[in-house]
């Protein structure tokens, strides 16, 4: 249990970041930069150190990051969610934006995560108690690179979802190959692998078909606004019929 100065010291923290976004969003006005998930706009994003000297823009408002954002244009775009799909998303913790706006699309959202309390149902993603081909959509975002057993999660993707179904997947891109992480560490988010651009052949060879879109097939335009680069990426994978 945590003592009463170490809850002290975290809500202070927590304090001090709401007090400084709040004062980012009064203070930033104009409409170079749009959220997608929650209306936002203003002239610059929020800079969010994401561990190892990375820094992420973010939403000041919802948190979100160009991710996150190119996964709702990619969704929009290609008319994914309608009111009767079957959606389960894996792992919703910071997708919140990606929750609430499809929550709104269909009444049939499950969430799910291995860890109790995280999710709507705690489930194991390499062994899902749901019926084969009885889902229609699974969103699996920077999930995988964290699961040993990678390959078989995405079997059991492939199990549950309907024929025609579609998975939505999308993992960190570390280099060409994928790589097996020997020690995983806290600065790495304690990632099992380091995908590479070789990763989505293990879509194909649970037997999706692929498609990686890119933000050339969007418009570039909207790309510009939400902050998005060559490095954002969806991995579109369908089950045949």
Known sequence: MRSI?????????????YAKRKK???DNHGDMCTCNLCGWSGSFW???????????????????KPRQRILKA?????????HNSQVIHVSPQGER??????????????????ESGKAMKTMDLTSLSIKDNTVDIVVC??????IEADTLAIKEIYRVLKSGGIAIFQVPVYGERTEKVAKPTLQDHFHVWHPGNDYPR????AGFQV?????????MTLCNRLSLTKEDTVELCVKPE
């Not at 100065?5 to 970041?17: G, I, L, N, P, V």
């Not at 934006?97 to 291995?114: A, E, F, P, R, V």
């Not at 293990?202 to 060879?205: F, G, H, N, S």
């Not at 498609?211 to 418009?219: A, G, H, L, Q, T």
């Open 211 to 219: 498609r990686r879109i890119k933000i050339d097939e969007i418009d």
């Open 202 to 205: 293990r879509y194909e060879i």
């Open 74 to 82: 990619v969704l929009e775009k290609e008319d994914i969610v309608n």
């Open 97 to 114: 934006g990606i929750s609430k706006w499809m929550c709104s699309k269909t009444s049939n959202y499950l969430s799910i995560d291995i």
């Open 24 to 26: 980012f969003i009064r």
């Open 141 to 146: 975002c920077h999930v995988l690179e964290h």
């Open 5 to 17: 100065k170490t809850q002290y010291w975290s809500a202070h923290e927590r304090y001090q970041e």
């Open 46 to 64: 929020y800079q969010k150190c994401m561990g190892q000297n990375i820094i992420t823009k973010v939403c000041p408002k919802c948190d979100s």
